[in-house]
């Protein structure tokens, strides 16, 4: 495999380019971004976890009670969408 393939950052999927942007705005909810993208939770709340693994978002606070956890982007996630996920 080529060492350029290796070293390469993940492109973003066109999902996680509006997940990003719309988390970029300000801290979200998962049941907050769910309904910004007309989404059911449980798929977002997996796409906030998969951002959250690759560095991109992260935990500003735990839900307190039931409320839900605020997240909020990383400079890694601001870059990631500067470059398009190229």
Known sequence: ???AMINRPARLSPVES????????GPIS????ADAMAREASPV???VHALRGRGW??????GAGRRPAIWGITDA??????????
């Open 30 to 33: 998962v049941p907050q971004l």
């Open 1 to 3: 495999m080529d060492g």
């Open 45 to 47: 709340s997996r796409l």
């Open 57 to 62: 978002v992260e935990r500003l606070e735990a």
């Open 77 to 86: 996630g601001r870059a990631a969408l500067a470059r398009g996920g190229a």
């Open 18 to 25: 509006i997940a990003l942007s719309m988390i970029e705005l």
